[in-house]
């Protein structure tokens, strides 16, 4: 059983800043990509950043900047450093881990940007 903790969500400021946090727990082996995706209500869930086993990043453009992805192999997390953060960036984020045969994807935690 493979499972997925989030946190780090919350309520904040616009220009302010948050840290989401994800541990993998269970019998998960080869991990290869962890990342995180984001779904605001109405809209389709879209890749924020995803950072490979050899430690390549991705970002989607409107993140580029502002966002930092990092992780830890030997702990099994994935932690997203979201600085100047905006309304647009309200949603709820999921964790999401890819091993060989499988994707894993976490419950999700709401992040909301607003004054």
């Known amino acids: 059983q493979v499972q997925l903790v989030e946190s780090g969500g919350g309520l904040v400021q616009p220009g302010g800043s948050l840290r989401l946090s994800c541990a993998a727990s269970g019998s998960i082996f080869n991990i290869r990509t962890m990342g995180w995706y984001r779904q605001a209500p109405g809209k389709q869930r879209e890749l924020v950043a995803g950072?490979?086993?050899?430690?390549?990043?991705n970002y989607a453009d409107s993140v580029k900047g502002r966002f930092t992805i990092s992780r830890d192999n030997a702990k099994n997390t994935v932690d997203l450093q979201m600085n100047s953060l905006k309304p647009e960036d309200t949603a709820v984020y999921f964790c999401n881990v890819v091993v060989t045969t499988a994707i894993y994807w976490g419950q999700g935690t709401q992040v909301t940007v607003s004054s």
């Open positions: 950072i490979s086993n050899f430690g390549s990043t």
